[in-house]
């Protein structure tokens, strides 16, 4: 190696036979050694406004540097975000259910949590209304609370999407800020949330071990969301019965409308829902990372194609089988990786780039899409200059890259570009196979979508039924949101690798087409556009 660099024409050389061999055959090994450095158990996890984050945040910052892309933060790459952090004390907070034969007093943890992104007020009592999914949805002519009175009350619902509603309508209309706001035109004034058993991600038994964390709110109150809404529950759905007693219903009979595809029943509920809520708040200071790898032509370098992924992760928590460090390996060390990677061959390529590339590394993902929402509605280029976003979390290099899971495909005109590149790579694309997951608007694409820009979010795909749905799955159960999403478990560098150039191609066609992209005329998503 030494010799190789002795001369500046055999260093040359050198890297052009490394470059060449790289978009030849990309082996991962660059993309895994990001990984390595930012899942180690010396950033703790990442946190948002952690010691670990800001460590990560300065290795992205140094390696956007290294790669030649221009500083595109407001303190150089960095864009400070200041964050309101609310933990729930629960010594001091108590939940019960008064009924005509007494009160029932609920173990916290056990039978329900308190949401604290919403602060909590502390003390609450209100009638309960069961109202089905809890949605009102007049473009599909769907309304769980035609004839329902729930003012002054708090909802309680099933999650998930009522049948027949498309993914991205119902997976909008299921977000936090947009059932507030509904809920809060109505008059209600808060809602229990009881999960469907089927539609979750992480088992009751290990999402409360995550009770106590702080969640966060941006500090900026023009982006408050919680529209006035003083109270959220999360009930445990194995004993979501308590909660129905009297009723006449049962949480059974509910769960077998809902697999039905039958409408779901509404109906009060015979209780008082008493709440006491003590929190301790904190001010957190975090920042998004931003990079611009400029463009060339005269007029459109001055718009951006967006390239955004999470940096944050969750940090220190329970331990589980003696670990406590929740590193996020594939969530979502992976994406950054794969940022950082595009940087790097992109500027070492030089690829003819019309439009500028701006590459953002957000905070705050696990809290609720923080970082992404306040880059979004403050970013730190004009605004109408961002033409597209494309968001990568959580890619799952998990087995051999063939199939490439497309969210937001038949949303907009980028869904073309990317099956495009895609088939010039031999892979096969697919829209989102599981849309009841709410993965459109579950990562911060999102943030993106809902300032009006088009967006796309990418994964390594699987067939239904595959060896590799059954890999994915057991991911999903074993180590999402685990201290084993860390750095000893099977990684398919190489898949890692060719995703990593699809992308690329991707960010190129996409910041070389002639029109900016556009939403479908048909997409529910067109209504956010300027
Ligand atoms: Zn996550």
């Known amino acids: 190696m030494k010799l190789w660099k002795s001369t500046l024409a055999l260093a040359a050389l050198g890297a052009i036979a490394a470059s060449s061999q790289a978009a030849d055959k990309p082996d991962g090994t660059r993309w895994w050694s990001h990984v390595r450095f930012l899942a180690d158990d010396a950033l703790e996890g990442r946190n948002t406004g952690t010691e670990g984050h800001r460590k990560a945040a300065a290795y992205v910052a140094e390696a956007f540097a290294k790669a030649g892309l221009k500083p595109a933060g407001t303190d150089g790459y960095f864009q400070p975000v200041s964050l309101h952090s609310t933990a729930l004390d629960e010594s001091q907070s108590s939940l019960s259910l008064v009924r005509n034969s007494g009160t029932e007093t609920l173990t916290l943890g056990e039978d329900a949590n308190i949401g604290v992104r919403v602060e909590p007020v502390p003390a609450l009592d209100a009638e309960l209304v069961f109202a089905g999914y809890g949605l009102s949805i007049p473009e599909a002519d769907y309304d769980d609370f035609k004839g329902l009175d729930v003012r002054g009350k708090v909802v309680v619902y099933l999650s998930g999407p009522p ?3 498309p993914g991205p309508l119902a997976a909008h209309m299921q977000s936090a800020h947009e059932r507030a706001r509904v809920l809060s035109h109505l008059g209600a004034i808060g809602l229990v949330a009881i999960a469907n058993p089927k539609n979750m991600d992480i088992p009751w038994e290990r999402s409360t071990l995550a009770r106590l964390m702080p969640a966060m709110r941006l500090a900026d109150p023009a982006l408050d969301e919680s529209h006035g809404q003083k109270i959220t529950i999360a009930v445990n759905p194995a004993l979501a019965d308590k909660w129905l007693a009297g009723s006449g219903h049962t949480f059974t009979e509910i769960l077998e409308a809902a697999d039905a595809g ?93 439009r500028s590339v701006l590459f953002v590394a957000v905070t705050g993902e696990e809290k609720g899409l923080l970082g992404s929402r306040y880059f979004a509605t403050r970013p730190t280029v004009d605004a109408r200059k961002i033409v597209a976003d494309i968001n990568v979390d959580m890619f799952l290099p998990l087995f051999p890259f063939k199939l490439l899971t497309v969210y937001g495909m038949h949303e907009s005109d980028l869904g073309e570009d990317v099956v495009t590149v895609a088939n010039g790579l031999g892979i096969a694309s697919q829209p989102d196979p599981e849309p009841k997951r709410n993965l459109f608007i579950r990562s911060d694409q999102y943030s993106f979508i809902r300032v009006g820009v088009p967006s796309l979010a990418l994964k390594l795909g699987f067939e239904k039924g595959s060896p590799e749905e059954k890999i994915a799955k057991e991911w999903l159960t074993k180590r999402y949101h685990a201290p084993s999403d860390d750095l000893d478990q099977p990684v398919d560098k190489q ?22 992209p556009r939403w479908k005329d048909d997409s529910f998503f067109k209504r956010f556009a300027k």
């Open 262 to 354: 039958k409408p779901l029943p509404h109906f009060p509920i015979p209780a008082r829902l008493q709440v006491k809520a003590a929190v301790k708040r904190a001010a957190v200071e975090s920042q998004n990372v931003a990079a611009v790898l400029p463009g060339t032509d005269p007029t459109l370098k001055d718009e951006y194609v967006v390239f955004s992924a999470h940096l944050d992760h969750l940090g220190v928590g329970k331990p589980i089988d003696g670990d406590s460090i929740y590193n996020g390996a594939m969530d979502n060390a992976a994406g950054i990786a794969t940022m950082l990677e595009i940087a790097t061959t992109l500027k070492e390529s030089g690829t003819a780039l019309r």
């Open 163 to 165: 049948p027949s509603i």
């Open 495 to 516: 898949a890692a690798a060719e995703f990593d150039v699809l992308v690329a191609k991707l960010l190129e066609r996409v910041a070389n087409r002639d029109a900016r």
